[in-house]
């Protein structure tokens, strides 16, 4: 009940295009989905995020879509540009006090041609 | 730049030794959190610390414990390491007042030979 599955497990994306990552969740005691972009070398970085009392948030160009009776959410990345080019990770985290761990789903490499 | 600090930032060592990592929340930050990243296993959660105290453990092995400080600082040890302990660990903090935003260190990438 604590995964999170991510699709697709890489994308190639051509410049301009748009970025589709999907994930999927059981515990419904998750309430925070952030969606992480890491960098080779470095260490994961937050990109946008929501809580499931809202469908959707748009930050820019990057797009959370969430549909909470699916347990699924996604991230769209519109007009995709080569530095976008990076692993992309979704994860959750559970209602309730101070513990607010994250848990992580498998990732997804996404290179975006020039 | 996160504002999170990690050293060190590369670590070799061999099967049966013992290592610490340490971990420099950012400023005002209470909470730690300790993950691990392998390629098998992913990004894992392994323990956090909020003000001091342990708050929550994930897939952590007994080999491995973890403390914070009174300063706020967290330090990882890693005990009897195995080939299977290669990894990259992460720290990130976080302030907890209803924000949930972890903000995550460079690493220590960990080489057990």
């Known amino acids: 009940q604590q995964q999170v599955k991510q699709s697709p497990q890489s994308l190639i994306v051509q410049k301009g295009g748009i970025s589709i990552i999907n994930c999927a969740y059981e515990?419904?005691?998750?309430?925070?989905f952030p969606w992480y972009q890491q960098f080779p070398g470095k260490g994961p970085a937050l990109l946008i995020a929501?809580?499931?009392?809202?469908s959707e948030k748009k930050e820019g160009r990057f797009t959370i879509s969430f549909n909470k009776s699916a347990k699924q959410f996604s991230l769209h990345i519109m007009d995709s540009q080569p530095g976008d080019s990076a692993t992309y990770f979704c994860?959750?985290?559970?209602?309730?006090?101070?513990?607010?761990?994250?848990?992580f789903g498998s990732g997804t490499q996404l290179t975006v041609l020039p | 730049d996160s504002g999170v600090t990690q050293t060190p930032k590369h670590l070799i060592t061999a099967t049966g030794q013992r290592v610490t990592l340490r971990c420099s929340p950012r400023s005002g930050d209470l909470s730690v959190y300790w993950y691990q990243q392998s390629l098998d296993q992913g990004l894992q959660f392994l323990i956090q610390y909020y003000n001091g105290e342990e708050r929550a453990k994930g897939n952590i092995l007994e080999r491995f414990s973890a403390q914070q400080f009174p300063d706020l600082h967290s330090e990882l040890n890693l005990s009897s390491l195995e080939l299977g302990d290669s990894a990259l660990y992460f720290c990130?903090?976080?302030?907890?007042?209803?924000?949930?935003?972890?903000?995550f260190g460079p690493g220590t990438r960990l080489l057990v030979l």
């Open positions: 515990n419904t005691a998750f309430d925070y």
């Open positions: 990130a903090s976080s302030v907890w007042d209803g924000k949930e935003t972890q903000y």
């Open positions: 929501i809580r499931p009392d809202v």
């Open positions: 994860a959750a985290s559970p209602q309730g006090g101070s513990a607010r761990q994250l848990t």
